[in-house]
């Protein structure tokens, strides 16, 4: 079945420097979408990605689709204590289901 | 407006009883899908229905079964459960499905004696 996988798995920052996730698919995806899910939360959604090749920012985050629409990163520059969380990449192939990465926890320090 | 709800939030229940998990969509969302997460993990597909449908089920037993009613809210239903079912099953709510966002409830965190 469809698998999706991030790395890192884990990552700390000082505050003030950039941060990176990636995020594969072993299918190729109709869209991707992002979330973000803080400690004790629940996850939020940031963006959602269908073209391929697909860049799209929101402040200091940066969201890109491949080419093959296979694989999806997330950066997000000049970070800050508010970004700590779980981000989550979500893929949809060809069924209605949307399959979670493996996250990428972020902890940041101040 | 009022976000996605789940009821109860918490739950305690030992090996072998039967859970019903309740959720309430988003006004205007047509469809519901609920998700397992364990500690420590990515929320893992269970189902997803539309317009009171089922349109996904994801690689869970028979024990797992869930319905959406005409008002579009939906229950989860767990049978005979094990240790580890344990975890915080979220359900989700959007418009028409998994092409378009996820909103989540806080989910129901199920723990099993």
């Known amino acids: 079945g469809q698998q999706v996988m991030q790395i890192p798995q884990y990552q700390h920052v000082q505050e003030g420097e950039d941060f990176t996730t990636y995020c594969n698919s072993s299918t190729t995806l109709s869209n991707i979408q992002w979330y973000k899910q803080r400690p004790g939360g629940h996850p939020v959604f940031l963006i959602q990605?269908?073209?391929?090749?697909e860049v799209k920012k929101q402040k200091r985050l940066t969201f890109q689709f491949g080419e093959a629409k296979k694989n999806s990163s997330l950066h997000i520059t000049a970070t800050q204590t508010t970004d700590v969380g779980t981000y989550f990449c979500?893929?949809?192939?060809?069924?209605?289901?949307?399959?979670f990465g493996t996250g990428t926890r972020l902890q940041v320090f101040p | 407006d009022a976000g996605v709800t789940q009821s109860p939030t918490h739950l305690i229940k030992t090996r072998g009883q039967q859970v019903t998990l309740r959720c309430s969509p988003i006004?205007?969302?047509?469809?519901v899908s609920w998700y397992q997460q364990v500690l420590g993990q990515g929320p893992q597909f269970i189902f997803q229905y539309y317009e009171k449908e089922e349109r996904g089920r994801g690689n869970f037993p028979d024990r797992f079964s869930a319905r959406q009613f005409p008002n579009y809210s939906s229950e989860l239903n767990v049978n005979a459960l094990l240790l580890g079912d344990s975890a915080l099953y979220l359900c989700a709510s959007s418009l028409s499905g998994g092409n378009q966002p996820q909103h989540f409830g806080d989910g129901t965190r199920l723990s099993i004696l």
């Open positions: 979500a893929g949809l192939g060809n069924t209605d289901k949307l399959i």
């Open positions: 006004s205007g969302h047509k469809s």
């Open positions: 990605l269908v073209k391929s090749g």
